[in-house]
């Protein structure tokens, strides 16, 4: 980490950790810096192109090959001889530069879950990765920044890479939390206060005493789609549950906060105890609105699983909603567990029969359909509820597919009901299916 | 570096599963991505497209994906730039790293109709439309030199490999 002079000013979260990066100094919000990056994380979407702009760069040897992190996701296991070879460019590259962190298919999963799985970041790190999801590990305290093949093969490269420091809003959760809301919820009620661009460029910060009652998955959530409201990237002010985490990953408490008299663009108090589950309706994820809004909408097919939703506590309440229930008729269920440790561990809870049992297709870790790979593309006119981060036309397969974006109670409560429905109808009560 | 090109205006918030779906992105060969660019988007734009033209867009072009992709398959299907309200950061990093010109500059694209022939100066970021002139947002100094090498790969060369090998070596 780069040794940096005391500040002038106060300071938010992602000037302080984007500063401990500069070269050269400080990073006050608007500053064009140059950065030392902790970590480069690389999918097979990005990474083969990557390492053919890096040859061009002149370079032989990637800059420092322990901070590199490959991940075999987007299109694996291989749908085409294209993607075939995609995944083959991975393991070369992996062997050829002898890079430790390369995960492939069997002992991975998708690259945002594995990073903190696997103990790959800490708090107060600046990772890039060759994915605008890369922001997921906020929820860990780290600066995560998504950029494209070119720019990655830079940072093999040379190490660092340039960033605008990103000026920042701050929210604040306060309030309990109630039944079937969750960080995904949370976000989307963001998102639909923001629109689509309405944090352009920024940073997201998040804070308040109400986040001790969500997890580090439902942080990932939080944090996963702030770039659908335009952020670079989004960060959960560390508190006990990140210290908790900090300490049994890496032995060491986290020390790092933003300064209580930072300068933000904005800073908002949101009371969750009145929030409702909430959905995105096509085509753009931030339109959200509440629920109940669109109670009862017919639905042809539900996906569970992506970089932020794939998580333990996603499958948990997949099977609460499923327990004792089938996927409705005519109705398609696919669940894809993010990581292959979560995939062991849905195993060993009794989730995967739980599933089965109820009908629903259990996939292979990966990104699969989320972005319209494999693993479940969709036909015209098919209404999809998926809990994954982007609903625009096309994104999961045909372009007159509606898909709607929710949390995984709600998906699960509409592979059951064939509708959408409140969750807690499912609970409460026996219900109609079909 | 002069560009030009007919205008194909475009709305806001239009995102890289429009530009390029996700399917496609197994193979980042230029004309092959051309095939399927715009493909999912409702209209026609796709078959606005062709050699020489400008995309002319509101808010937000290139949300969503950090795919490289997307700046290939624009330029594989004959587009000489973009001209925006304004671009999402990772789309508008792609596009300079890989030498697409990218400009931002609300007044122009108000001013621009559709199939209107118009040119840009890449180097000044000045756009000309019939016997208007309009100058884009500056760029800070480091995108710059970024643009000028002619995109990321011929700017890392600059600080990689030895003078005799690469035209115009910054000054150290």
């Known amino acids: ?434 | 570096m002069w560009v030009s090109g007919q205008v194909v205006k475009l709305g806001h918030n239009v995102s890289t599963d429009d530009i390029i779906p996700g399917r496609y992105c197994d193979a980042f060969d230029e004309d092959r991505l051309a095939e399927h660019v715009f493909e999912s988007m409702p209209g026609d734009t796709r078959h606005r497209l062709g050699p020489g033209c400008l995309l002319v867009a509101g808010r937000n072009f290139g949300c969503g994906s950090a795919r490289e992709h997307a700046p290939l398959a624009l330029r594989g299907a004959g587009v000489t730039g973009v001209v925006a309200i304004d671009f999402a950061r990772i789309f508008f990093r792609n596009a300079v790293n890989v030498g697409l010109p990218a400009l931002t500059c609300p007044d122009f694209v108000h001013a621009a109709e559709d199939g209107a022939f118009a040119s840009v100066d890449v180097s000044s970021q000045r756009l000309r439309i019939g016997d208007r002139s309009f100058d884009a947002n500056p760029l800070p100094e480091l995108v710059t030199a970024i643009r000028d090498a002619g995109g990321l790969v011929p700017w890392v060369r600059q600080l990689t490999v030895p003078s005799h090998d690469s035209p115009g070596t910054p000054p150290k």
């Not at chain 1, 944090?199 to 998040?206: D, K, L, P, Q, T």
């Open chain 1, 1 to 434: 980490m780069t040794r940096r002079r005391a500040p002038a000013m106060p300071e938010t979260l992602v000037e302080k950790i984007a500063g401990a990066h500069a070269v050269g100094g400080t990073a006050p919000a608007g500053a064009t810096i140059q950065v030392d990056v902790d970590v480069v994380v690389i999918n097979d979407g990005c990474g083969p192109l990557a390492f053919e702009q890096f040859r061009r760069m002149g370079v032989n040897e990637v800059a420092d090959r322990n901070r590199v992190v490959l991940v075999n996701d987007h299109f694996a296991p291989a749908p085409t001889l294209a993607a075939a070879r995609l995944l083959n460019a991975m393991r070369q590259f992996a062997d050829e530069q002898r890079i430790p962190h390369f995960y492939d298919l069997g002992s991975g999963g998708i690259e945002h879950a594995l990073l903190p799985e696997k103990g790959l970041v800490r708090p107060g790190d600046l990772v890039f990765g060759g994915d605008s999801h890369t922001c997921t590990i906020g929820a860990f305290g780290a600066v995560g920044i998504g950029v494209g093949s070119t720019d990655i093969a830079g940072i093999l490269a040379l190490g660092r890479t340039w960033m605008r420091v990103p000026h920042t809003r701050r929210w604040d959760f306060v309030g309990h939390r109630p039944a079937f809301v969750t960080g995904k919820d949370l976000v989307l009620q963001l998102l639909g206060r923001l629109g689509p661009d309405g944090a352009s460029g920024e940073a997201i910060e998040c804070g308040g005493p109400a986040l001790a009652g969500f997890n580090l998955d439902d942080r990932m959530a939080l944090c996963n789609m702030a770039p659908e409201g335009g952020a670079k990237t989004a960060l959960v002010i560390p508190d006990q549950t990140t210290e908790a985490w900090a300490e049994s990953v890496h032995g060491s408490p986290v020390g790092i906060r933003p300064d209580d008299d930072a300068v933000y663009v904005s800073r908002e108090t949101i009371d969750v105890t009145a929030l409702r589950p909430m959905v995105a309706r096509p085509p753009s994820p931030a339109d959200a609105v509440p629920i109940d809004a669109v109670a009862g909408l017919r639905v042809d097919h539900v996906y569970i699983g992506n970089c932020a939703n794939g998580t333990i506590s996603d499958l948990r309440q997949t099977a609460a909603m499923l327990r004792g229930h089938r996927v409705a008729k005519g109705v398609r269920l696919i669940v894809v567990p993010a990581t292959q440790a979560i995939y062991r561990q849905a195993l060993s809870e009794g989730l995967l029969e739980v599933f089965v049992s109820a009908g629903a297709t259990v996939a292979s870790p990966g990104c699969g359909a989320c972005f319209g790979g494999h693993m479940g593309l969709v036909d015209a006119g098919e209404v999809v509820l998926a809990n994954i981060n982007r609903n625009y036309h096309g994104r999961m397969g045909h372009p007159n597919a509606q898909i709607y974006l929710a949390n995984s109670y709600v998906a699960a409560a509409a592979a059951v009901a064939g509708r959408i429905i409140d969750p807690a109808e499912l609970l409460r009560d026996e219900i109609g299916v079909g």
